[in-house]
């Protein structure tokens, strides 16, 4: 408690950013906070200041629930779900990687949904609140900017993203894609275009050279701690070979490569589809601090792709079996257009097409 009144005005000012400019609420409305024990401080910081703009807040204390590994078995609370069906917004304070609004609700499709920010629900990184100095303008930049790709994007050309280290892989965007989605429910610094490749339309070769789910994914291999050093980041890129979509072989450090087949093909069915292509737009360092610490993935300046086995391709990101690899400092095209290169944006290309000159 002390670091949260030792730091009051910026605890208000990121709270009411995070509230209001974000997730839109207003006055008179009805706020769901979902919390844990490692969470419940910034759900009460951000229960009174939602008070203080208005706002009718209730915080949901799911810790006896949920506490621990058992978040993934935690069967659906009618309570619970009525909350988040009855409020205006709701945020969840609980770790993403740990549980979700599709357990929540008891629809695994309203996992999905989140990410999208559909009916008002966001996952909130809550870690950190009494420390960040937001900065608004930055944060409505790359929210803006991952809505004119995904506009972009939805208008056809072929992507291609290359790495240092040998990535190099292509998807046309017109005919080779079911699906796209502004990943835009990840607050406060999370954001990314993600592209569901067609069966068949995904051809070429993942370097990993960033950090995997795999471990986590098999949950039969220890989990590493995501932080600096532990996030094998010091190994020899993983190969990956994938074409018409499908992974055809593997190669590089043991370890990485029995993780990968033993997940791959112990899955009914084999999760060894190219499942989702997702363009990180986000450039907040705080999102490497923050977020995904429990596999470190999702960096920025990443460019990560999902194999998995989704069935439903033109409807869900997230198949039964979903694995995200990242891969750093990509170069990204667009019919040869640079949208990403050594570090940047090139947000005059993307906003200008966009646009329609």
Same mark, same amino acid.
């Given at each position: 408690?002390?670091?949260?009144?030792?730091?009051?005005? #910026?605890?208000?000012?990121?709270?009411?950013?995070?509230?209001?400019?974000?997730?839109?609420?207003?006055?008179?409305?009805?706020?769901?906070?979902?919390?844990?024990?490692?969470?419940?401080?910034?759900?009460?910081?951000?229960?009174?200041?939602?008070?203080?703009? /208005?706002?009718?807040?209730?915080?949901?204390?799911? @810790?006896?629930?949920?506490?621990?590994?058992?978040?993934?078995?935690?069967?659906?609370?009618?309570?619970?779900?009525?909350?988040?069906?009855?409020?205006?917004?709701?945020?969840?304070?609980?770790?993403?990687?740990?549980?979700?609004? $599709?357990?929540?609700?008891?629809? $695994?499709?309203?996992?999905?949904?989140?990410?999208?920010?559909?009916?008002?629900?966001?996952?909130?990184?809550?870690?950190?609140?009494?420390?960040? @100095?937001?900065?608004?303008?930055?944060?409505?930049?790359?929210?803006?900017?991952?809505? #004119?790709?995904?506009?972009?994007?939805?208008?056809?050309?072929?992507?291609?993203?290359?790495?240092? #280290? /040998?990535?190099?892989?292509?998807?046309?965007?017109?005919?080779?894609?079911?699906?796209?989605?502004?990943?835009?429910?990840?607050?406060?610094?999370?954001?990314?275009?993600?592209?569901?490749?067609?069966?068949?339309?995904?051809?070429?070769?993942?370097?990993?050279?960033?950090?995997?789910?795999?471990?986590?994914?098999?949950? &039969?291999?220890?989990?590493?701690?995501?932080?600096?050093?532990?996030?094998?980041?010091?190994?020899?890129?993983? #190969?990956?070979?994938?074409?018409? $979509?499908?992974?055809?072989?593997?190669? &590089?450090?043991?370890?990485?490569?029995?993780?990968?087949?033993?997940?791959?093909?112990?899955?009914?069915?084999?999760? @060894?589809?190219?499942?989702?292509?997702?363009?990180?737009?986000?450039?907040?360092?705080?999102?490497?601090?923050?977020?995904?610490?429990?596999?470190?993935?999702?960096?920025?300046?990443?460019?990560?792709?999902?194999? &998995?086995?989704?069935?439903?391709?033109?409807?869900?990101?997230?198949?039964?079996?979903?694995?995200?690899?990242?891969?750093?400092?990509?170069?990204?095209?667009?019919?040869?257009?640079?949208?990403?290169?050594?570090?940047?944006?090139?947000?005059?290309?993307?906003?200008?097409?966009?646009?329609?000159?």
């Amino acid at each position: 408690m002390k670091v949260f009144r030792e730091n009051s005005a #910026r605890i208000r000012r990121n709270a009411e950013f995070i509230l209001r400019d974000l997730g839109g609420c207003r006055p008179g409305e009805h706020l769901l906070l979902i919390a844990h024990d490692a969470s419940r401080e910034n759900a009460l910081a951000l229960a009174d200041v939602a008070r203080e703009l /208005g706002l009718h807040p209730l915080v949901a204390d799911i @810790d006896s629930y949920g506490r621990g590994q058992r978040y993934l078995a935690m069967p659906s609370l009618r309570p619970l779900r009525a909350a988040i069906l009855a409020s205006d917004a709701a945020f969840m304070l609980t770790d993403q990687m740990l549980t979700d609004f $599709g357990l929540f609700l008891g629809d $695994g499709d309203a996992m999905d949904a989140s990410l999208t920010g559909a009916g008002r629900r966001y996952t909130l990184e809550a870690r950190g609140l009494p420390e960040w @100095d937001l900065r608004p303008e930055e944060i409505i930049h790359f929210r803006e900017r991952t809505s #004119r790709l995904h506009d972009l994007l939805r208008r056809g050309g072929l992507l291609r993203v290359r790495t240092a #280290r /040998g990535t190099d892989f292509s998807c046309d965007m017109a005919s080779g894609t079911d699906g796209m989605y502004p990943v835009l429910g990840i607050l406060p610094f999370y954001a990314e275009v993600a592209v569901i490749p067609k069966l068949g339309c995904f051809n070429g070769v993942l370097m990993v050279d960033g950090a995997s789910q795999c471990a986590w994914a098999q949950r &039969g291999f220890p989990i590493r701690p995501a932080v600096p050093g532990h996030q094998e980041l010091h190994l020899e890129p993983l #190969r990956i070979d994938i074409k018409d $979509g499908r992974v055809t072989g593997c190669s &590089g450090p043991a370890a990485q490569v029995e993780r990968l087949e033993k997940w791959m093909y112990e899955s009914s069915p084999h999760a @060894d589809l190219a499942d989702e292509i997702g363009l990180v737009t986000t450039t907040a360092r705080e999102n490497d601090q923050y977020g995904w610490l429990i596999d470190g993935t999702h960096q920025t300046h990443c460019v990560h792709v999902a194999l &998995g086995n989704n069935t439903r391709r033109g409807e869900l990101i997230h198949a039964p079996e979903h694995c995200d690899f990242d891969m750093h400092d990509p170069e990204i095209t667009l019919d040869g257009r640079l949208l990403y290169a050594e570090g940047e944006f090139h947000d005059e290309v993307i906003f200008a097409r966009t646009r329609g000159r």
